[in-house]
């Protein structure tokens, strides 16, 4: 029998698997060996979808029609006017883009334009993979624990000064995945500044901007409008991850780029699915269900990071206090000595020995930029019911201790196995 060579693009033949579903169906399959697994892996929302909205998706299950391919007219004009209160923008639905996940939109516009990629070290696991996968050259900017892991403008300025003119794609992603951590207003106007010197292209990743724990996110477009797209999507603020609906909002001067995105889209997916596009007009319409939704939302993730940082402190790791979405990215090279007895000498080492002795699945710091020999890991703290600590804050009245170890317990537990193993 002939069968066909396996000759695989070079690309992906350099490229993993993404790290944060590898840990999701890791951890699902020790689950299925019996074995007690705290699924601190995989960034999900554990919120459920707002009703009004499963409603409308409910009423809009017989559109079945192929939608325009950069997005449902009405939609556009909701995301449009939802980022206009939001961010005190003026934009119009011409300036929306609507996508299968802004996963998908993010990949389009590093195929669409022509440049380096710039990331934060430590950044989300996907943005560079998929520069990887179109052979697109990256830069890491350095951060620090001390700072929070955020974007330095000087050191922005600094990789930019020995190539000035060259075209550059800063992906900007706050709150933060993986630290936790926002950019005050001062250092998205010094970030601003240096984008507009250099003429960098920015993405503004603010797909956690509703799940400020304080709710204030301010968005660099405010101060970089020229230059930034905004990316956004209904995953993290609506708890729909699943129903893959991503947004990109656009500046006039970068519609060239909207537009070779449009012609990548129509050659590849098409259109969003239709009957989801109807139902997230709700979601981006400003009603007081959703408000009083968001609300309880931020003040449980709040208290739910305030714990989960008051424990890693107490072990002994640096970390910064989440501002803001619902990850901790700590830092446990102060303990390297005591985990070096245990054979612990790099981040990939500590996570593996950390799931297979405490049940804790969490991610390598490796796999977000980070050097392998820092002893540096993401947690996502979303392994409670959502639903259940939607009911219970809406009338509880104590502290963040309180309401974690009562409403939030498996999440408790787990936070409680994982520091519980680090001071062993």
């Known amino acids: 029998m002939i069968t066909v060579s396996r000759n695989l693009n070079l690309n992906v033949r350099r490229t993993k698997r993404s790290a944060t579903l590898a840990i999701n169906e890791r951890s699902a399959e020790l689950q299925s060996l019996g074995k007690k697994v705290y699924r601190l892996g995989l960034g999900q929302s554990p919120f459920p979808v707002p009703d ?39 934009s119009t639905a011409d300036d929306v883009m609507i996508g299968p996940g802004s996963k998908e ?21 996907s943005y560079q993979p998929q ?16 700072d929070g892991w955020r974007l330095d403008p000087k050191a922005l300025k600094a990789a930019c000064q020995s190539d000035p003119t060259r075209p550059r794609l800063l992906i900007l992603n706050y709150p933060n995945n993986p630290a936790g951590t926002t950019l005050s207003e001062e250092r998205l106007k010094e970030i601003a500044k240096v984008c507009s010197e250099f003429k960098i292209l920015v993405l503004s990743d603010e797909i956690y901007g509703e799940v400020n ?4 996110h301010v968005s660099l477009a405010t101060f970089y409008p ?23 909002l656009f500046p006039k001067p970068l519609y060239w780029l909207r537009e070779a995105m449009s012609v990548v889209a129509s050659e590849t997916y098409t259109s969003v699915s239709a009957p989801i596009q109807y139902a997230a007009i709700s979601a981006f319409t400003d009603r007081p269900e959703l408000q009083e939704y968001l609300r309880h939302s931020r003040r449980v993730l709040k208290m739910v990071g305030e714990v989960a940082y008051g424990k890693f402190k107490d072990a002994g790791l640096k970390l910064p206090k989440p501002e803001g979405g619902f990850y901790l990215f700590p830092d446990a090279s102060e303990l390297a000595e005591s985990l070096s007895d245990r054979g612990i000498k790099d981040s990939t080492t500590l996570c ?3 799931l297979q002795q405490s049940g804790v699945a969490v991610l390598p710091g490796s796999d977000f930029g980070r050097p392998d020999s820092e002893l540096s890991f ?33 999440l408790w537990d787990a936070l409680d196995a994982l520091c519980g193993w680090l001071k062993r």
């Open 52 to 90: 009004f909205v499963v409603e409308e998706l409910r009423n809009n299950a017989h559109q079945k029609d192929y939608l325009p391919v950069v997005g449902l007219a009405e939609l556009r004009e909701a995301v449009s006017d939802f980022h206009n209160r939001r961010d005190g923008l003026e």
């Open 105 to 125: 939109l993010l990949f389009m516009a590093q195929l669409c334009y022509n440049g380096e990629l710039m990331l934060p070290s430590p950044s989300w696991v």
């Open 131 to 146: 520069a990887s996968l179109l052979g697109l050259p990256t830069t890491w900017l350095p951060t620090s624990v001390d």
């Open 213 to 216: 724990h304080d709710g204030q």
């Open 226 to 248: 020229e230059g930034t797209i905004i990316s956004g999507g209904l995953s993290k603020w609506c708890g729909a991850g699943g129903w893959r609906l991503g947004t990109f």
């Open 352 to 354: 593996e020995q950390m």
């Open 378 to 410: 993401r947690l996502a703290t979303v392994n409670f019911d959502g639903a259940e600590a939607l009911r219970q804050v809406a009338r509880f009245e104590g502290d963040a201790w309180e309401f974690v170890e009562t409403h939030c317990f498996e």
